[in-house]
């Protein structure tokens, strides 16, 4: 096991945070640490965390917003994690010094051959804020043209057209599983379709 000790954010005395931190494993995605934190009553503890960089994800729609039924750009994706292939919207990890947005476009790009001509920022969530820092920057794109598919060694993807109404329809019946991608659909539909 590699374990290594790192420094505190927090002074002594000062609310709640952490104390220190002790890395267990430090991979390409994931950092795992079990960290001393000092609770909002005063107290402390040891809990587990997994430090993650973040992601962009993107909601691609071909037509317009104003369509009856638009057409959602989605992958069926394999992710050994879910033990299978998954539906997901385009979503991944930002290079060095790249911003959510460019993040976004790349990936659109790189997963389902589309570029877009505009990108509007829908929302920032934390994926799993019980033992997780990971953060994912939401957008829509639009104004879908044809690109370049450039997929990373292990990404196994088939790109997928579905009217919203078969979202709708994949989400209440247990098809569409994956959360952020539930996210982006459902923020789709009740925000951006049905006027908030």
Excluded at 30 to 38: F, K, M, N
Excluded at 81 to 105: H, K, M, N, Q, T
Aim: hydrophobic letters at 35%; a negative charge.
């Amino acid at each position: 096991m590699n374990e290594k000790t790192v420094p505190s954010d927090e002074s002594p005395g000062a609310g709640p945070g952490r104390i220190s931190s002790r890395l267990i494993h430090d991979g390409r995605v994931v950092h795992l640490s079990v960290d001393r934190v000092r609770f909002p009553d005063g107290k402390e503890g040891e809990l587990e965390l997994i430090r993650h960089r973040g992601a962009s994800a993107v909601v691609p729609i071909l037509g317009s917003l104003d369509d009856p039924d638009p057409e959602v750009v989605m992958v069926h994706q394999y992710r050994y994690a879910a033990g299978g292939y998954v539906f997901e919207i385009p979503a991944g990890l930002p290079r060095d010094g790249e911003d959510w947005e460019s993040c976004a476009r790349r990936e659109l790009e790189e997963e389902t051959g589309y570029t877009g001509r505009e990108f509007t920022p829908l929302a920032r969530f934390f994926t799993t804020p019980g033992f997780t820092n990971e953060e994912i920057h939401l957008f829509l794109a639009t104004g879908l043209t044809g690109g370049q598919v450039r997929r990373d060694e292990d990404e196994y993807i088939e790109v997928v057209h579905l009217p919203l109404s078969s979202v709708r329809g994949m989400m209440q019946g247990g098809e569409i599983v994956d959360g952020k991608s539930m996210v982006g659909l459902l923020y789709l539909d009740r925000f951006l379709r049905d006027g908030g």
